[in-house]
């Protein structure tokens, strides 16, 4: 029988205790336990960005970390970020720039953009490309989500 261990988190401000896997990442748990299925897995070896969310306020690569290591922890994810569907400036300032095509690496990129913000509410363009730089895109060109970013850092997040 496999090991598995007892992990309480808060997610997007909900507590959940779960049973799982130590071996389990927290894009698996999210994904396939919590049904939070906004968090993309492309990579699936901490290259891409697609996966970011934040645990404890900072970004991580959710394909490779470990759910065990969030015990106890504050876990954000794309699904948290708009309330009784209102958008945070943040998200309206992707769609007023078109700041996506396919759209997979919109979460991650939201995630990340989320945490520089919440760090640097008035970041410079150079900022934003250094807090984005873990985060790729294949579709945009990278320069509306830049214009997004700093269009909600205008907008006051
Ligand atoms: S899927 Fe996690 S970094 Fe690419
Ligand atoms: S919008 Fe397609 S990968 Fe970024």
Known sequence: MRETVEISLQVNE???SLRIEPRETLADVLRDRLGL???KV???AQVCG??????DGR??????????DADGGAVRTVEGLARDGVLTPLQQAFIDEAAFQCGFCTPGMLMAATALLEENP???????KEGLDGNLCR???YAPIVAAVLR??????
């Open 14 to 16: 909900r507590a959940q």
């Open 37 to 39: 299925t906004g968090t």
């Open 42 to 44: 492309s990579c699936d």
């Open 50 to 55: 697609a996966c970011t969310v934040l645990v």
């Open 59 to 68: 970004t991580v690569s959710a394909c490779t970390f470990l759910a065990v």
């Open 122 to 128: 008035h970041p410079t363009e150079d900022e934003v």
């Open 139 to 141: 579709c945009t060109g």
């Open 152 to 157: 909600a850092a205008e907008a006051g997040r």
